[in-house]
C-alpha cells in the first residue's frame, strides 16, 4: 500500500504508518500533475493539508485511491460527499490541533491589548532614537483579566479558546447554530480541573456584550462578519480569525478599522490566500499570521498519529 503525503506528514505519522508495512512517499507535486502521478505510482491513500485540493477530477481520475485524509480540522479543500458516494473514505484530524490554534487566537489578543504588533514594527526602526514617544504610545494598553470574550462557533476549537480564556479570568459568551449549551473542562497542571457550563446565545447578544470577538467556523458561502456586524459591535472592541478567509468581509474590516469601531483585529486566514489584500497587510491595526494556527511541533505529530491510526485500521479492516 502506498500512501502519498501530499502537504507533509510528522516524522512520527510516517513512523508509525512504515511500522505497519506502508510505503510513505512526501514528494510534494504539483496540482496539475496530481492526477498523473497518482495513477503511475499506485497511490491508495492521498493525505493532504490546506493546499492541495481534491476535488471530483481527481476522484474520478484516480481509481486506486482508496482514503483522502485531511491534516486537521476543515475539509473544504475536499469534495467530501462525492469521495463518499464512490466509496473512498474521507477521514480528517478533528481534535489534533485545536489547542494550537487557541494559543495562536491569545497571541493575537495579547498582541492586540497591549500593541505588540505595531511596537514590533516601529522599534527596529525607531526604537533608539524616538524611545520615549514610543514608550509613551504604547503605554495604554488593557488586561483580558474581567473583559468579555465571545466565541462565534462552539466546536472543539471554540471550547479550547474557553478553556484558556477562563483560565485567565475572562467572562466566555458563546454563539453557535448548533450547539446549545457545553460543558467546558479547565484543566490545571496538577491534575485539578473545574468544569464550566457555558449555554451559547444568539450570535447578535454576543456581539453586542463583547470586548472581543474570535471565529470558529468553517468556510461559508457568505460571511459571517460584515458591516453589519461590526455596527453592534462594542466601539473599540477587537476581532480574532483564525478559522478561515472569507468569514470576515475585509472591505468591511479595514473600514471598521480606520473609524476607530474596532482597535485592532489579528488574522491567521485571509480572503485572497495565498496572496492577502494589500490594505489588509498593510493596516496598522493588524496583527498578522500566514494561516499558521496548527502549527506547531506538537499538533503536527498529534496529526500525524491521527492519520496512522485511522488509516490502519481502515485498511486492516478491508484486507
Same mark, same amino acid.
Given at each position: 500500500?502506498?500512501?502519498?503525503?501530499?502537504?507533509?506528514?510528522?516524522?512520527?505519522?510516517?513512523?508509525?504508518?512504515?511500522?505497519?508495512?506502508?510505503?510513505?512517499?512526501?514528494?510534494?507535486?504539483?496540482?496539475?500533475?496530481?492526477?498523473?502521478?497518482?495513477?503511475?505510482?499506485?497511490?491508495?491513500?492521498?493525505?493532504?493539508?490546506?493546499?492541495?485540493?481534491?476535488?471530483?477530477?481527481?476522484?474520478?481520475?484516480?481509481?486506486?485511491?482508496?482514503?483522502?485524509?485531511?491534516?486537521?480540522?476543515?475539509?473544504?479543500?475536499?469534495?467530501?460527499?462525492?469521495?463518499?458516494?464512490?466509496?473512498?473514505?474521507?477521514?480528517?484530524?478533528?481534535?489534533?490541533?485545536?489547542?494550537?490554534?487557541?494559543?495562536?487566537?491569545?497571541?493575537?489578543?495579547?498582541?492586540?491589548?497591549?500593541?505588540?504588533?505595531?511596537?514590533?514594527?516601529?522599534?527596529?526602526?525607531?526604537?533608539?532614537?524616538?524611545?520615549?514617544?514610543?514608550? =509613551?504610545? $504604547?503605554?495604554? !494598553?488593557?488586561?483580558?483579566? &474581567?473583559?468579555?470574550?465571545?466565541?462565534? #462557533?462552539?466546536?472543539?476549537?471554540? %471550547?479550547?479558546?474557553?478553556?484558556?480564556?477562563?483560565?485567565?479570568?475572562?467572562?466566555?459568551?458563546?454563539?453557535?447554530?448548533?450547539?446549545?449549551?457545553?460543558?467546558?473542562?479547565?484543566?490545571?497542571?496538577?491534575?485539578?480541573?473545574?468544569?464550566?457550563?457555558?449555554?451559547?446565545?444568539?450570535?447578535?447578544?454576543?456581539?453586542?456584550?463583547?470586548?472581543?470577538?474570535?471565529?470558529?467556523?468553517?468556510?461559508? =458561502?457568505? $460571511?459571517?462578519? !460584515?458591516?453589519?456586524?461590526? &455596527?453592534?459591535?462594542?466601539?473599540?472592541? #477587537?476581532?480574532?480569525?483564525?478559522? %478561515?478567509?472569507?468569514?470576515?468581509?475585509?472591505?468591511?474590516?479595514?473600514?471598521?478599522?480606520?473609524?476607530?469601531?474596532?482597535?485592532?483585529?489579528?488574522?491567521?486566514?485571509?480572503?485572497?490566500?495565498?496572496?492577502?489584500?494589500?490594505?489588509?497587510?498593510?493596516?496598522?491595526?493588524?496583527?498578522?499570521?500566514?494561516?499558521?494556527?496548527?502549527?506547531?511541533?506538537?499538533?503536527?505529530?498529534?496529526?500525524?498519529?491521527?492519520?496512522?491510526?485511522?488509516?490502519?485500521?481502515?485498511?486492516?479492516?478491508?484486507?
Amino acid at each position: 500500500m502506498k500512501i502519498l503525503a501530499n502537504d507533509g506528514i510528522s516524522q512520527s505519522g510516517v513512523d508509525a504508518l512504515e511500522k505497519d508495512g506502508f510505503e510513505v512517499i512526501t514528494t510534494k507535486v504539483a496540482q496539475e500533475q496530481l492526477i498523473n502521478y497518482i495513477n503511475k505510482n499506485q497511490i491508495n491513500v492521498l493525505l493532504v493539508r490546506s493546499a492541495t485540493k481534491v476535488r471530483k477530477d481527481i476522484i474520478d481520475a484516480c481509481e486506486s485511491i482508496k482514503i483522502i485524509g485531511r491534516g486537521g480540522v476543515g475539509m473544504d479543500n475536499i469534495d467530501v460527499e462525492y469521495a463518499r458516494s464512490k466509496e473512498i473514505h474521507v477521514i480528517n484530524t478533528p481534535a489534533a490541533s485545536s489547542s494550537s490554534v487557541a494559543e495562536l487566537v491569545f497571541a493575537h489578543l495579547f498582541n492586540g491589548v497591549r500593541f505588540v504588533f505595531d511596537s514590533n514594527r516601529n522599534m527596529p526602526l525607531e526604537g533608539d532614537s524616538r524611545f520615549k514617544d514610543l514608550k =509613551k504610545a $504604547y503605554a495604554k !494598553g488593557t488586561e483580558l483579566r &474581567g473583559k468579555t470574550l465571545g466565541i462565534i #462557533g462552539f466546536g472543539r476549537i471554540g %471550547r479550547e479558546v474557553a478553556k484558556i480564556a477562563l483560565g485567565l479570568g475572562m467572562r466566555v459568551i458563546a454563539s453557535d447554530k448548533f450547539i446549545s449549551k457545553a460543558t467546558v473542562k479547565v484543566d490545571f497542571y496538577n491534575g485539578q480541573f473545574i468544569n464550566v457550563e457555558i449555554d451559547t446565545e444568539p450570535m447578535e447578544d454576543v456581539l453586542q456584550h463583547s470586548d472581543f470577538i474570535t471565529l470558529h467556523v468553517p468556510a461559508q =458561502k457568505d $460571511y459571517i462578519i !460584515g458591516k453589519k456586524e461590526f &455596527g453592534l459591535m462594542k466601539n473599540g472592541a #477587537g476581532i480574532v480569525n483564525a478559522a %478561515r478567509g472569507g468569514v470576515i468581509d475585509e472591505v468591511a474590516l479595514i473600514n471598521a478599522l480606520d473609524s476607530d469601531k474596532l482597535a485592532f483585529a489579528g488574522l491567521d486566514v485571509f480572503e485572497n490566500e495565498p496572496t492577502p489584500a494589500i490594505k489588509v497587510l498593510m493596516n496598522p491595526n493588524v496583527s498578522l499570521t500566514p494561516h499558521i494556527g496548527a502549527a506547531t511541533n506538537e499538533a503536527q505529530d498529534r496529526i500525524g498519529l491521527e492519520l496512522a491510526s485511522q488509516i490502519t485500521a481502515i485498511l486492516k479492516t478491508e484486507k
